[in-house]
């Protein structure tokens, strides 16, 4: 049988995907990563990102880039455990989990990878996971590699999770897992009432604060620390591909559970480590984010002056509480149509429709960072309120 004939399956997908207005058009960057880009050969406000502090392109992290590349070269030339480990990736766990205010950290090739090593090392066959409904794919996926029963419990609603732990058999271990900062609504987890339910089980809990880290806390230290619930937390996972403007993820805690992953945890064990400028960029955004808050607060200064405003033009920004600001428009060919002319009007915000976001819920999603300047707010604002009254959304 000719490809043509065993594909022909997929051609009939993505037909149907274009006619719902759900088949994604990757857009090509030719600037560095910041406030504005240069997208498809033209200039435009940027926000999509999640270059949250605007360190993507921070001199800073691309001079400690270049000197490590000078020292060590480029690649780690293998998975930690055989020949990976540089000094370089020491001092990144070490700076991390002093950051984090915690025992230990261990650092994976992205927050995807630490999703993945971390859950199926901690539970398995007849073990439970206790799950929100609308946590991250990286987080499903990391479930269902495990072999645990996966319950799912509704979202952000502790309610809802004690009432499923009653009705689960629970013969094994079990861990409850949620995203920090939900990605798509900006929402934040209840993390101190997810952790009275875990204490009162004695359940492990897992959080992805992977749009928490460098965002929410004393300085960026992340959900953890925004709550107070230092040791409370048994395993946060974070990266360092959005806020620390990177590439990476790390998991930090208790040194038990540390070592048990650097034992267990498959993407570590048997993927490459992170690459070298990598990790000296990460080490320069722990710097730049221990010695000032400036970036963090730009950030909500701005994501707040964002949202008030979006919100006085008439828009629905849901239930966001972060600089992630979804502007609510249901129909997905309508968020298509909504991004292509925000394009055309010199902004970059992209429309998020099925399966990332529920049937019906699709949005504009709009990344506020501390690499806007007022005039590109400004700017930003007045291209949504033209075209939101152009398609009669306001
Ligand atoms: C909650 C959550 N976890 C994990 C990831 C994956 O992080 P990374 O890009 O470092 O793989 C993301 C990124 O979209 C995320 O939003």
Redesign the pocket.
Known sequence: MATAEKTAWIEQELASLKEQGLYTNIRTIESPMDGRLVVDGKKVINFCANNYLGLANHPRLREAAKQAIDHYGVGPGAVRTIAGTMSLHVDLEQRLAKFKRVEAAITFQ???NA?LATIPALVGRGDVIFSDRLN?A?IIDGCRLSRAEIVAYEHNNPKDLEKVIGETDIAGRALIVT?GVF?MDGDIAPLPALYEVAAKHSFLLMV?D??GEGVLGEGGRGIVDHFGLHGKVDIEVG?M?KAFGV?G?VVAGKQIIVDWLRQRGRPFLFSSAMTVPDTAACLASVDLLEESTELVERLWSNAEFFKNEMNALGFDTGHSETPIVPVMLGDANLAQQFSKRLFEAGVFAMAIGYPTVPQGKARIRVMNTAAHSQQDLEEGLAAFEAVGKELGVI
């Open positions: 992205s927050g995807f999703n991250h990286s995203d990605s992805d992977a749009h990266t591909s590439m993820g």
